[in-house]
T-cell receptor, first 117, second 112 residues
């Protein structure tokens, strides 16, 4: 069974540009979450999608957005990039349910490492 | 606010036992997960404790005490390949499966 695939793995952008990152979850998984990982702040939740709907959103500015497609693939976009947006962006998938369940296992991709110059 | 605290670094020797502690402050806590992440790699799930007590998976065990807001990960018979960062995580109150709060991580260095 293929794991979570994230593209691109590495990218370099300059301040003010925008970036789109892609995530393909494990086949059959309907929930996709995005996390930002930095040395100072650790792993921070960005948002979660389930069945094309944003189910939760973390404490990030509106420059960070995402969406999920009918095949569960997800994209996140960061507009007007700032130096502080340099980070590893991780996507995680899980089977998900239509309700709210807690805990359990998330399957992470290897991330997209964004450097903003 | 909600937070999980864990030591930033731990060093141990091959073959030894190491315990990584995690204390949390949340409202409506619903269990503790542990993840391992090697440098440059993806976080991988190790264990989840929904109830108080010990869960054992091979060389790894995890413990939760909800009354003490405390948990730990126990790694036995340490191997060099266990050198990695370990994160405790808990569900956000009112959140869903994919919405977790993570501790800042504990970097474990295993020495020969």
């Amino acid at each position: 069974k293929a794991g979570v695939t994230q593209t691109p793995r590495y990218l370099i952008k300059t301040r003010g540009q925008q970036v789109t990152l892609s995530c393909s979850p494990i086949s059959g998984h309907r929930s996709v979450s995005w996390y930002q990982q930095t040395p100072g702040q650790g792993l921070q939740f960005l948002f979660e999608y389930f069945s094309e709907t944003q189910r939760n959103k973390g404490n990030f500015p509106g420059r960070f957005s995402g969406r999920q497609f009918s095949n569960s693939r997800s994209e996140m976009n960061v507009s007007t990039l700032e130096l502080g947006d340099s980070a590893l962006y991780l996507c995680a998938s899980s089977p998900g349910t239509s309700g709210m369940i807690r805990g359990g296992e998330l399957f992470f991709g290897e991330g997209s490492r964004l450097t903003v110059l | 606010g909600q937070s999980l605290e864990q030591p930033s670094e731990v060093t141990a020797v091959e073959g030894a036992i190491v315990q990584i502690n995690c204390t949390y402050q949340t409202s409506g806590f619903y269990g503790l997960s542990w993840y391992q992440q090697h440098d440059g790699g993806a976080p991988t799930f190790l264990s989840y404790n929904a109830l108080d007590g010990l869960e054992e998976t091979g060389r790894f065990s995890s413990f939760l005490s909800r009354s003490d807001s405390y948990g730990y990960l126990l790694l036995q018979e340490l191997q060099m390949k266990d050198s990695a960062s370990y994160f405790c995580a808990g569900p956000n109150y009112g959140g869903s499966q994919g919405n977790l709060i993570f501790g800042k991580g504990t970097k474990l260095s295993v020495k020969p």
